[in-house]
């Protein structure tokens, strides 16, 4: 079993759509990174939050921390926001990530 | 904005030899950690390092690896002796501390 899941493994979008990207995990964490990897292979930290919701510009995300769960929201998708997103969470209390698979996101004109 | 440096972006060797992945962090940064990522697969960590230390290693990070900070400023990952497997593109990250990682822009590693 996957120590961290995401769904869904791909999503394609319109212009403009919201968008929904989840992420559950298993581990007892401390805070929940969430990544973007642009088609290139560059790894950029999008967010790190261990409760409630942090929002920077069009990305919001938020965390449930009893549930073990965590969205990440694009509002007004853009087709610059095409790119893999990736969710992970420290093993734990200690500095090993434990990444999730991601989630591919094309959004089209 | 402070960035990450990552040298070579692209390392290709034979099997068996050496190489040295070479990462700058950013300067007031205190923990560093090299990551990889096989192609099409998930990103995986390695090794995290602070206070010229490890503090946590992988089932991955086996003995071929080792990690350095020889000078302050850089922070490099040698693989002894590469294998075939050892074919990925290799992250490193830093960050202050409890803070959000800052990545480099990878260097991707062929061993033929």
């Known amino acids: 079993k996957n120590e961290v899941e995401q769904s869904p493994q791909n999503l394609t979008a319109q212009e403009g759509e919201f968008i929904t990207i989840n992420c559950s995990y298993s581990?007892?964490?401390?805070?929940l990174h969430w990544l973007q990897q642009h088609p290139g292979g560059g790894i950029v930290s999008l967010f790190m939050?261990?409760?409630g919701k942090k929002k920077h510009g069009r990305l919001i995300a938020t965390i449930n921390i009893q549930e073990k769960h965590s969205s990440l929201h694009i509002t007004a998708s853009h087709p610059r926001d095409s790119a893999v997103y990736i969710c992970?969470?420290?093993?734990?209390?200690?500095?090993?990530?434990?990444f999730g698979t991601g989630t591919r996101l094309q959004v089209f004109p | 904005e402070p960035e990450v440096t990552q040298t070579p972006s692209h390392q290709v060797t034979q099997m068996g030899q050496e190489v040295i992945l070479r990462c700058v962090p950013i300067?007031?940064?205190?923990?560093f950690y090299w990551y990889r990522q096989i192609l099409g697969q998930k990103v995986e960590f390695l090794v995290s390092?602070?206070?010229?230390?490890?503090?946590?290693k992988s089932e991955i990070f086996d003995d071929q690896f080792s990690v350095e900070r020889p000078d302050g400023s850089n922070f490099t990952l040698k693989i002894r002796s590469t294998k075939l497997e050892d074919s990925a593109m290799y992250f490193c990250?830093?960050?202050?501390?409890?803070?959000?990682?800052?990545f480099g822009n990878g260097t991707r590693l062929t061993v033929t």
């Open positions: 581990v007892g964490i401390s805070a």
């Open positions: 390092f602070y206070n010229n230390e490890i503090s946590e």
């Open positions: 990250a830093s960050s202050i501390g409890g803070m959000a990682l800052h």
């Open positions: 992970a969470v420290p093993w734990y209390n200690t500095d090993k990530l434990i």
């Open positions: 939050l261990s409760s």
């Open positions: 300067s007031n940064h205190l923990y």
